[in-house]
């Protein structure tokens, strides 16, 4: 079984994500603060649904499973 192509590219994966967190104060749109992500604040307690995040992480993980899935 040949596993270190998956492992290679996962590691990148993750070398990309981490970059893209060390960066995300300097984005314009930080993930997890999209607007569309739901924000209820009340006097004991917040509570936070990242809908617009989680759509479009939605996206992209299908987009990415239908482009190495295809043989």
Not at 36 to 57: K, M
């Amino acid at each position: 079984m040949n596993l270190g192509k998956p492992l290679i590219a996962a590691g990148l994966l993750l070398v990309l994500l981490g970059c893209l967190f060390l960066a995300a104060d300097k984005l314009p749109l930080r993930p997890g603060h999209l607007p569309g992500d739901i924000t209820i604040r009340g006097r004991h307690g917040t509570f936070y649904f990242p809908l617009a995040t989680c759509v479009v992480l939605s996206v992209l993980l299908s987009f990415l499973m239908w482009l190495f899935g295809r043989r």
